[in-house]
């Protein structure tokens, strides 16, 4: 991960490395609530579709308007307000999911609940754009790998505990209940950052011209292009996984949440995985994850009569889907010589057009050839990105040469 380029200091100038702790650790708890307000909708589908009286194809079209949105919305609006005081930006960042989430809660049917989507989707990559850097920053050189890879741990902390546990919720409660509850909590750490993290030095403006010559390089643009193929595997099976263990491996409603705690569970060692090796070769570790992704997934479906072979299966998936998250973001920003806050934020987007595509192909998988299908499908997909691993490093050997 490049060295962050933010200073790390009060406004008065003077170091705070007790504070700077905490604030990374706000940061990461942030991440956590921001993670599992964009894919807790994964959860609800089945509970949401019934409530709303839509199928559950169409449901998972929600994900694709997130999805989308960061896509399109994401890098004009990162470069724009890369220049601006961290600690406001991200304070207004966490009132707009606390609003977005409240107005979901309430929404009486699927427009104004789309529209409580369309609210946060554009302030995600703003956060994901600038959280990484900012974290390096207020932990300083010595740290900053570490601060990074907590923030990222927000990921795998809402695999494991914000998305299962929200489901959970929404059999106690609704899913209503479970937008609620995401409300406060965005409430509660805009309001615990306010009051804990430093005042940053203002970055330097960068003009969006000076920032947009990363689209020239090939081998950053085939980086992203990669991230794209990866994330349309993960999330063409990954939308759906609540219904697939519904419909295909009879699991009781009431227990889909614990199955998806336990996919998160898991999924803490991928993470862990993934930060480990990433420096071995992004794109080789790339190209493994994807190659056990695939495997993941299309045993998932094959195993799915037995429930100790389908907890396997979802172990060996879990653990390389949470992996590529931390790879694909050290990557992409690896690939880039300049314009790190806008690189990171152009594979949050192209990772949410990955999203977006998967939720599209999963529902057309399911509507045309049925639910059993959609793993293999996703495997397919995998294997693509295994393949595309391997010419986007000939890009970077031609590149060197």
């Known amino acids: 991960m490049p060295p962050a380029t933010l200073s790390a200091t009060s406004a008065e100038g003077r170091t705070q490395p007790r504070g700077n702790s905490l604030a990374v650790l706000l940061l990461a708890i942030s991440a956590f609530v921001i993670v599992t307000t964009e894919f807790i909708i994964v959860g609800l589908l089945p509970s949401l579709s019934r409530d709303l009286g839509i199928s559950i194809a169409a449901a998972g079209q929600l994900v694709t308007l997130f999805a989308f949105t960061v896509m399109l919305a994401g890098p004009f609006l990162t470069a724009m307000l890369s220049h601006f005081e961290r600690k406001r930006l991200f304070v207004v ?168 705690m336990g996919f998160g569970i898991v999924g803490l060692g991928g993470n862990w995985l993934g930060g480990q090796f990433v420096s071995k070769g992004p794109l080789l570790v790339t190209a493994i994850a994807a190659l056990v992704l695939a495997i993941g997934m299309a045993a998932t479906t094959l195993l799915a ?57 999963g529902g057309a998988i399911i509507t045309h050839l049925g639910l059993a299908s959609v793993g293999y499908v996703a495997a397919g997909i995998a294997l693509v990105a295994v393949v595309l691993s391997a010419l986007v490093f000939r890009l970077k050997t031609r590149a060197a040469a």
């Open 93 to 260: 960042i966490l009132l707009i999911f606390a609003g977005a989430n409240a107005l979901a809660a309430a929404a009486p049917n699927i427009w104004i609940l789309g529209f409580a989507r369309f609210l946060p989707a554009l302030a995600l990559p703003v956060f994901w754009g600038t959280a990484s850097e900012t974290a390096g920053a207020l932990a300083g050189p010595e740290k900053s790998g570490k601060a990074v890879a907590n923030v990222y741990l927000g990921i795998s902390g809402a695999m494991v505990l914000g998305i299962p546990l929200g489901t959970l919720a929404s059999d106690a409660f609704g899913w209503r209940g479970t937008f609620w509850g995401l409300s406060g909590l965005s409430l509660l750490m805009g309001v615990a950052l306010f009051l804990v993290m430093p005042t940053l030095a203002k970055p330097p403006r960068v003009r969006l011209a000076e920032q947009a010559k990363i689209l020239k390089d090939p081998y950053f643009l085939g980086n992203v292009v990669l991230s794209v193929v990866v994330f349309t595997a993960m999330f063409t099976a990954y939308t759906y996984l609540a219904d697939t263990l519904q419909q295909i491996a009879h699991i009781p409603a009431a227990q889909v949440g614990w199955w998806l």
């Open 305 to 361: 009569g037995s429930p100790v072979w389908l907890g396997v299966a979802l172990a060996v998936w879990g653990v390389a889907n949470t992996a590529l998250y931390p790879i694909c973001q050290v990557r992409v920003m690896q690939s880039a010589s300049h314009a790190q806050a806008l690189a990171g934020t152009l594979n949050v987007s192209m990772a949410n057009a990955g999203i977006g595509l998967g939720a599209i192909i």
